[in-house]
């Protein structure tokens, strides 16, 4: 998230703010817009940017009307979500103001909370976000991750996922956000934790090394740092683990532990 702020802050006094807004406005209706503080070097890594902004005198705020026209051709080919604020203007002329200020960009359905919709702001918001299907496109790029991260303690690592059901399920649950499972020591040779779920099962018969991440009985998670066989289902290998030393390392030692597994994107 960023503020975008102006070079000289604006007054507390109300009137007084409201004159240097008016001011502001009808300079940019001459092409000269205010200085503010703010500047991002790129956004390269969104696709979606959200600009937020109260409405001032039926148009949108003056310092993001300079955010928007200083970072015009950055924001070329991006989709814009546009929402404000109002006591009773309408968004339309806002709306225009930043097409005209970002001709390259595609704006998306917009978002108008006024003074007196505000019991009904939390459905609203959820209603935008869904018709944006924001919650698509995050739950269709955790699933093609195949890439998870481990978090013990202070330490955090990845493994490879496999590819079979089991372990679509388990980006399944994933997608809907972090899991933590209570593990404890087995027979000097792994550490397991009840999921708190069931996945469903492939087992074969499987002779564990080091690191490898198993599914035991459809509802454990099983993390080895020996050797062990017997019919399990795989569900990946710690990164760049070979050794029970190395992987003991990773888990903190011998001893009941606190693990948090979640998706990485790519």
């Given amino acids: 998230m960023l503020e975008v702020e102006p070079e ?8 007084s703010m409201l004159s240097r807004a008016q001011a502001e406005l009808a300079a940019i209706r001459q092409g000269d817009y205010p200085p503010i503080k703010t500047s991002v070097g790129n956004f390269d890594a969104y696709d979606l940017v959200f600009v937020g902004y109260p409405i001032w005198h039926g148009s949108m705020a003056t310092p993001m009307q300079t955010f928007l026209h200083e970072h015009a051709v950055k924001l070329a080919g991006k989709r814009i979500a546009l929402f404000a604020t109002s006591g009773s203007s309408g968004i339309s002329t806002s709306v225009g103001e930043a097409r005209a200020l970002c001709p390259e960009a595609e704006f998306t359905e917009t978002l108008h909370l006024m003074s007196s919709t505000l019991p009904q702001m939390a459905g609203r918001i959820a209603a935008w976000l869904e018709q944006l299907n924001l919650n698509k496109d995050k739950h269709d790029d955790d699933m093609k991750t195949n890439t998870l991260s481990l978090t013990v303690g202070d330490k955090t690592f990845t493994a490879t996922l496999a590819e079979n059901s089991s372990v679509e399920a388990l980006k399944e649950r994933l997608a809907q ?8 020591d087995y027979g000097d040779m792994e ?3 009840p999921l708190g779920f069931s996945l469903p099962r492939n087992d074969v018969s499987i002779t564990t090394a080091p690191g490898d991440l198993i599914l035991y009985q459809g509802n454990s998670l099983v993390i080895y740092y020996d050797a062990n066989s017997w019919s399990f ?17 990773l888990l903190g030692g011998a001893g009941d532990i606190t693990l948090t597994l979640s ?3 790519e």
Avoid: A, F, H, I
């Avoid at 000289?8 to 009137?15: A, Q, S, V």
């Avoid at 956000?177 to 404890?184: A, I």
């Avoid at 289902?233 to 390392?249: F, Y």
């Fill in 191 to 193: 550490k397991v934790g």
């Fill in 8 to 15: 000289t802050p604006y007054d507390n006094d109300y009137n």
């Fill in 177 to 184: 956000g972090p899991l933590t499972v209570r593990m404890s």
């Fill in 233 to 249: 289902t795989r569900l990946g290998k710690v990164d760049g683990v070979t050794t029970r030393e190395q992987m003991l390392d």
């Fill in 263 to 265: 998706l990485q994107k």
